[in-house]
């Protein structure tokens, strides 16, 4: 069973000589939280209004549940709710009376449709505050409510955190965690903040200049990325099959025909030169690594940006 919920190929987006969206091929899975990572003005935005039909695509298409966006979109579209630019609430409404309003414009089904949104977000039902007494931490979970309210399947957030305070942001990320944990929603995020996006996203796709630059679970980014022992030999086949014969260990990657990344941090560097001067391997490099999250994609995207 196929269980992507979102999958673009070759999705492009293009304003004149400019591409905001370069051929992206984006694999979102069923159940999991997708943290689309990149810079602001990387073409984050752009590529959730594609997925919305917010915005047509110059070349490329858009599947969601396996079934072609374009020509589905009444049937598909109900079955998503976003949160993309700030909502336009009525700042002299309170907030239960800005969602029923919203609720009526679009036939939400339920009697307590309203109530339940609000008390998923923790805001109270038939609070007398207006919505421009809110803080920004109270207008992001108002904004979320009236996106869960029909009780979508997919959630679409663009920088859900942005302007939060470090208290509002650890109730948003607990938050959203809870929406997929317990509530299986299927959940693909934007951000600019390299740190929270760790904390969240079981999934990470690394956007830069319009182009997928990368696309990995969180795992496989950590381990790709962390504490690892980096060999340099003039054969890395014959080294690779030294480290399972001799060590007894398959935790390395082979970069490419002269070096390996160790990921087996007990194998100590001593015995690994020794090993590799027996099997009559020249060592050019054997040292031990240690890459944050934060450098590798530093290093990916070509510099700063990414907090």
């Known amino acids: 069973m196929n269980d992507l919920v979102i999958e673009t190929e070759h999705l ?8 905001s969206v370069a051929d992206v091929s984006l694999h979102v899975r069923r159940g999991r939280i997708y943290g689309l990572l990149g810079r602001n003005g990387a073409g984050k935005t752009t590529t959730m209004k594609l997925l919305l039909g917010l915005a047509r695509p110059t070349a490329g298409s858009v599947r969601l549940w ?16 976003s949160l993309i630019e700030a909502p336009g609430f009525y700042p002299n ?3 239960t009376e800005n ?29 007398k505050k207006l919505f421009a007494q809110y803080s920004m931490g109270m207008k992001q979970r108002l904004a979320i409510a009236l996106a869960v309210m029909h009780d979508p399947e997919l959630l679409i957030l663009d920088e859900p955190i942005n302007g939060l305070d470090p208290i509002g942001i650890a109730e948003m990320r607990r938050f959203i965690r809870q929406l997929c944990d317990e509530r299986g929603k299927t959940i693909l995020l934007s951000s600019h903040i390299l740190s929270e996006v760790a904390q969240l996203a079981d ?33 890395a086949a014959r080294a690779a099959q030294m480290l399972e ?33 027996k099997n009559g391997l020249a060592l050019t490099e054997l040292h031990l ?19």
């Open 12 to 19: 492009t987006k293009q304003y004149g000589a400019h591409k």
């Open 245 to 277: 014969t001799e060590f007894g260990t398959d935790r390395f990657m082979v970069e490419n025909d002269r070096s390996l990344r160790i990921f087996d941090l007990s194998l100590q560097l001593p015995q690994l030169a020794d090993a590799v001067q």
């Open 289 to 307: 690594c240690e890459d944050t999250l934060e450098d590798y994609f530093k290093r990916v995207t070509g510099g700063e940006g990414i907090a």
């Open 93 to 95: 409404l309170t907030g």
């Open 99 to 127: 969602l029923h309003i919203f609720a009526a414009l679009r036939g939400v089904p339920g009697r307590h449709a309203v109530e339940d949104a609000l008390a998923l977000v923790g805001l109270p039902y038939k609070d």
């Open 66 to 81: 396996g079934t072609p966006l374009a020509g589905n979109e009444r049937a598909l579209l109900p079955r998503i709710g």
């Open 203 to 235: 999934d990470i796709g690394i956007i830069d200049n319009g182009a997928l630059l990368e696309e990995e679970s969180l795992q496989a980014l950590e381990e790709k990325n962390g504490r690892y022992i980096r060999l340099g030999v003039s054969d």
